[in-house]
């Protein structure tokens, strides 16, 4: 999300969605954008630890400092992209029996994430179809922003089923 986009987002809904009347009700209004949440250090390492990604330029601050084109340690792409359903959460209160994550059509890591970075997300509600056990699937398209930056960090589209 640009700046100018970001004019025309609402921050996080204040509604609790009940049911997928509420979900459609979203479909081509405005993105819901979450509060920021930095990436520190702490994190990074967190991740490189669960996920076996110990490379250089995410865990050694003192080599990515000299050797790395972004001047510093970045977060890994999938870490970015894993606060989605995080930050979803947090900014699209849903009560319901079940929500799993369903998958990504489309991802994207536009801009390297510096450790330190403040981040937010905007979703906005492409598309809202039933599916079975009487379930919809939502696709959000999700932009990730880093503060100060006029780029998105990642943008995504990301599929999520709810069960009311």
């Given at each position: 999300m640009t700046a100018s986009t970001?004019?025309?987002?609402?921050?996080?809904?204040?509604?609790?969605?009940?049911?997928?009347?509420?979900?459609?009700?979203?479909?081509?209004?405005?993105a819901l954008v979450s509060e920021w949440l930095m990436v520190d250090q702490a994190n990074v390492d967190r991740f490189a630890q669960a996920t076996g990604d110990h490379q250089w330029i995410h865990i050694d601050p003192e080599r990515a400092r000299?050797?790395?084109?972004?001047?510093?340690?970045?977060?890994h792409g999938f870490l970015t992209l894993s606060l989605i359903p995080a930050l979803l959460e947090k900014t699209v209160p849903l009560r319901q029996r079940m929500g799993v994550n369903y998958g990504l059509n489309r991802v994207r890591f536009t801009s390297p994430v510096p450790v330190g970075s403040q981040l937010r997300a905007s979703f906005a509600v492409?598309?809202?179809?039933?599916?079975?056990?009487?379930?919809?699937?939502?696709?959000?398209?999700?932009?990730?922003?880093?503060?100060?930056?006029?780029?998105?960090?990642?943008?995504?589209?990301?599929?999520?089923?709810?069960?009311?």
């Open positions: 970001a004019s025309t987002a609402a921050t996080a809904t204040n509604a609790t969605i009940r049911d997928a009347a509420a979900l459609r009700a979203l479909v081509g209004a405005a000299r050797e790395s084109p972004f001047g510093g340690p970045v977060a492409e598309s809202v179809s039933d599916v079975d056990n009487a379930g919809v699937q939502v696709v959000w398209n999700v932009t990730l922003e880093r503060q100060g930056s006029e780029r998105p960090v990642c943008v995504a589209e990301f599929i999520t089923r709810h069960y009311f």
